[in-house]
Every structure is written in C-alpha cells, then in structure tokens.
C-alpha cells in the first residue's frame, strides 16, 4: 500500500501532534467522525516499509480514532525518554484505510469534498 505522495514526517507523532492533526481537519473528512460513515478506517503508514497499520487499542480490538498505544513496538521512537508509546517514529503518518488503500488525511479530506474515493 505505499503510496510515493505521502511523505515521511519532520518529528515523530505523539498524542499532541494527534490532537493537532485533528483540529486542523476538523469539520472535513481527515478525522474520523466525518469519514467513518464513508467506510473509512483510522490507520498509520510508516513510510520507510510502506507496511499499513491499522489503529487498535492495546488489547488488539480495533479503534475508531487515531490511538499510538495498538501500534507495534517496532513503531516506537527508540529516543523517546519514556520508552513508551508516547511518540512514534517520523516516518510514520496518521491516515485512512479504504478499500486497501492508505490516504493521508488530506486525501481523505479530499475525497469526502468530492464525493469520491479515488
């Protein structure tokens, strides 16, 4: 599922840069609650194995939002100082799964506007 326009992060994510994420999209389709409907999935793609990871809680039961401590501990940035999942490595990006297709939230954003998915 790579995707050559998603590009890898400046910084790691974090349950901050989450928040932020979702306010800068909100009342479009980059968040859940204006997608889901359109049979959108929350998801991270890390950009450096182009693997696609689908959001989970951490007794592996899949969430409906954005939620870092279901991911891998692959994922981890091995420099965070509270070794938890607090930040994610910087190539990873929160996203959307539809029909085994990874989209950025701006591309999520962007298909809802249309009214398309592709």
Same mark, same amino acid.
């Given at each position: 599922?790579?995707n050559? !326009?998603? %590009?890898? &992060?400046? %910084?790691?994510? =974090?349950? $901050?840069? @989450?928040?932020? $994420?979702? @306010?800068?999209?909100? /009342?479009?389709? /980059?968040?859940?609650?204006?997608?889901?409907? &359109? /049979?959108?999935?929350?998801?991270?793609?890390?950009?450096?194995t182009?693997? *696609?990871?689908? =959001? &989970?809680? #951490?007794?592996?039961? #899949? +969430?409906?939002?954005?939620?870092?401590?279901?991911?891998? !501990?692959?994922?981890? !940035?091995?420099?965070?100082p509270?070794? /938890?999942?607090?930040?994610?490595?910087?190539? *990873?990006? =929160?996203?959307?799964?539809?029909?085994? &297709?990874?989209?950025?939230?701006?591309?999520?954003? %962007?298909?809802? +506007?249309?009214? =398309?998915p592709?």
């Amino acid at each position: 599922m790579k995707n050559p !326009d998603i %590009q890898p &992060r400046l %910084q790691t994510i =974090s349950e $901050e840069t @989450l928040a932020r $994420e979702n @306010l800068r999209y909100t /009342g479009t389709g /980059g968040v859940s609650a204006n997608n889901r409907n &359109r /049979g959108f999935v929350p998801a991270f793609l890390d950009t450096e194995t182009g693997k *696609v990871y689908r =959001s &989970r809680f #951490p007794n592996g039961k #899949p +969430a409906p939002v954005h939620v870092l401590a279901g991911l891998p !501990d692959e994922l981890v !940035d091995a420099n965070c100082p509270s070794g /938890g999942y607090r930040s994610i490595k910087h190539s *990873v990006v =929160s996203g959307f799964i539809l029909e085994d &297709r990874f989209y950025s939230r701006e591309s999520a954003a %962007q298909a809802v +506007a249309s009214g =398309s998915p592709h």
